[in-house]
């Protein structure tokens, strides 16, 4: 069965850089035909698609985050990881991970989600 | 402020159907099948439930549909169970400069 598992601090400063991994069991990161998103959520708000990456090194990235983003992929540990820099407090939100590439959709759509873990940008 | 429109709540008695809609423009939702919608209970992991805008992936129930005529997409589950009850989010492969994938607002279901 496949898990994703976010983990990186739950507190980062104004203008710090936010760090964020996700480790992927029981499915390859290298299987060419996966792609790795990141979502996030506002506190009450909606869901917000951040970007994803191919193992390969391809990555898309919203046009709204792509200034302070960047994205890897550690095959070696199996994980994915984002940088997102100078954040802001409107950057607090609810981080999740997941694998896109099995459906018809491509990358646009993610059967596997991790289970989230909550940032907080505050001094 | 979303890009695709989702009604803010809807709600239902259990064993009715219920209709969730989606708009969004002919650069998203109406230029595109790449439509999925998904459950999300709040503290849990989003669960995908249509894909291609009206797949339904193995394991999901066929209670669930969707459709898209035009620039709008629809989600509806039939036979309403109380542990439907929860947040339902659309998605919408976008097209532009740089593509991207852009969401609902989500809509709270209430199994009454």
């Known amino acids: 069965q496949v898990h994703l598992q976010e983990s990186g601090p739950g507190l980062v400063r104004p203008s710090q850089t936010l760090s964020l991994t996700c480790t992927v069991a029981?499915?390859?990161?290298?299987?060419?035909?996966?792609?790795w998103s990141w979502v996030r959520q506002h506190p009450g708000l909606g869901l917000e698609w951040i970007g994803y990456?191919?193992?390969?090194?391809?990555?898309y990235f919203n046009p709204s985050l792509k200034s302070r983003l960047t994205m890897s992929v550690d095959t070696s540990k199996n994980q994915f990881s984002l940088r997102l820099t100078s954040v802001t407090a409107a950057d607090t939100a609810v981080y999740f991970c997941?694998?896109?590439?099995?459906?018809?959709?491509?990358?646009?759509?993610?059967?596997?989600w991790g289970q989230g873990t909550m940032v907080t940008v505050s001094s | 402020q979303s890009a695709l429109t989702q009604p803010a709540s809807v709600s239902g008695s259990p064993g009715q159907s219920i209709t969730i809609s989606c708009t969004g423009t002919?650069?998203?939702?109406?230029?595109?099948?790449?439509v999925s919608w998904y459950q999300h209970h709040p503290g849990r992991a989003p669960k995908l439930i249509i894909s291609g805008a009206r797949d339904r992936p193995s394991g999901v129930s066929s209670r669930f549909s969707g459709s898209k005529s035009g620039n709008t997409a629809s989600l509806t589950i039939s036979g309403l169970q109380i542990e439907d009850e929860s947040d339902y989010y659309c998605s919408s492969y976008a097209s532009g400069s740089t593509p991207r994938l852009v969401f609902g607002g989500g809509t709270k279901l209430t199994v009454l």
């Open positions: 029981g499915d390859s990161i290298s299987d060419r035909s996966l792609y």
């Open positions: 002919r650069s998203d939702i109406g230029g595109y099948n790449y």
């Open positions: 997941a694998r896109g590439g099995l459906s018809a959709d491509g990358p646009w759509a993610f059967d596997i």
């Open positions: 990456i191919h193992y390969a090194g391809n990555t």
